[in-house]
């Protein structure tokens, strides 16, 4: 059996092993200001409940509408207790009073969500409100809450983490900087978390220190040659996720999410494939290019979720891409180094570089599947919000 047979081999046999969430786990606060209330809705991935309370009650693998309205109280009584809100005016701060009034479902880009609307009754005008968040709070420390703020004068955005402190907004003059610095925060923490862009970012990087001579990858001669392949590769993918992220995020291309988180999947494992099987060798640039294309699909779908006005969506679009960007700068300081002080190694040649393809080649796999035909919730019977 040659050797090219017996990795591709272990990549499909280790393929059921592999699990991962792609997206990093987030829910969808909208806080629409009137004069002495609050009408609220909040989006809360299923999942993340099932995690937290338990919803699936047959243990069957799917999340039913049944099992969701069954659970109504308990999902209200969970969220709220993890919601705090205060209208803050000149001399005195004001508490909340939240009552729900409607639990339903809606599909975002990574599965089902319970859409839980309010209301929010707060006494007297408010300068600034008062957010305590911390949902999911000891499961997950990496969730976070995307708000929207909306009021008759204008509308802001902004990040919650699930830390619980309060976080105040000011209603008539919201901060820009601060919105702009949350969402580059928001956009290294996706990158970063985000593990099929990732993954696909190391099958472009991995091959970078060495190149395929005579049936076998071989060490290249300088760090010079190895910086110039690497600055294509990364320019390349940051150009094409950055133009279709843009695109996508401000409704000018718009493509099923099911069908782009499956693409994605696919690049991930021709990414890796490509490691095992070399085909595209010198111009593996051209890979970066096309296939970011469809991992800013991807990244788009974080900021079409929140709803935003054009002009404030344009301020969270350049403050996620630069933060993308910078988590990736951060991922190849940190892992070249390293590749390249390896690179003239057999053990990195012919052992690590395809056990890490075949690896990588398994999650793929798994992704590709279960986004094509997706398990996790039933979608029979699930009301969707118009």
């Known amino acids: 059996m040659s050797r090219h047979t017996r990795w591709l081999l272990a990549l499909l046999a280790c393929a059921p092993l592999c699990a991962f969430a792609h997206k990093p786990s987030d829910s969808y606060l909208t806080l629409s200001l009137a004069d002495t209330s609050i009408q609220g809705r909040w989006d809360i991935a299923l999942r993340d409940l099932d995690f ?3 919803l699936d009650t047959n243990a069957d693998g799917s999340i039913t509408w049944g099992e969701t309205r069954r659970s109504a109280n308990a999902i209200h009584a969970y969220a709220f207790s993890h919601l705090q809100l205060r209208r803050i005016g000149s001399d005195e701060a004001q508490a909340c009073s939240i009552s729900p009034r409607n639990l339903l479902v ?17 006494a007297g005008n408010a300068e600034r409100i008062g957010i305590a968040y911390s949902l999911l709070s000891g499961l997950d420390p990496n969730h976070r809450g995307l708000l929207s703020l909306q009021s008759s004068a204008n509308q802001q955005s902004a990040v919650l983490e699930n830390s619980g402190i309060q976080q105040q ?10 919105q702009l610095g949350a969402f580059v925060a928001e956009g290294v923490r996706h990158i970063w978390l985000g593990y099929d862009h990732l993954l696909f970012l190391f099958t ?20 010079r040659e190895s910086a110039i392949d690497i600055v294509k590769v990364v320019s390349a993918f940051t150009l094409a996720h950055s133009l279709t992220l843009s695109l996508a995020a401000l409704g000018l291309v718009n493509l099923p999410s099911r069908l782009v988180e499956s693409l994605i999947a696919l690049t991930v494992l021709l990414g890796a494939v490509n490691i095992l099987f070399p085909v595209v060798r010198e111009r593996r640039w051209l890979l970066a290019l096309g296939f970011g294309l469809i991992h800013g699909l991807g990244f788009a779908a974080v900021l079409a979720d929140l709803g935003l006005d054009a002009g404030h969506l344009l301020e969270a679009l350049i403050g996620f ?13 940190v892992v070249m180094p390293a590749v390249y002080l390896m690179r003239s190694t057999a053990f990195y040649r012919r052992v690590a570089l395809p056990a890490g393809a075949t690896a990588i080649g398994c999650l793929a796999i798994y992704w590709a ?5 997706p398990v996790m919730v039933a979608s029979t019977g699930l009301p969707t919000n118009p």
């Open 52 to 54: 937290a309370i338990g």
């Open 106 to 122: 809606d599909e975002h880009v990574d599965g089902a969500y319970a859409v839980i609307e309010f209301n929010a009754d707060c």
């Open 169 to 178: 907004l000011d209603v008539a003059r919201p901060d820009r900087w601060q």
């Open 204 to 223: 472009l990087l991995l091959p970078s220190v060495v190149v395929f001579r005579n049936g076998s990858w071989q060490p290249r001669a300088s760090l």
């Open 321 to 333: 891409n630069i933060g993308v960007e910078l988590g990736q700068l951060a991922i190849v300081a």
């Open 369 to 373: 599947v279960t986004r094509a035909f």
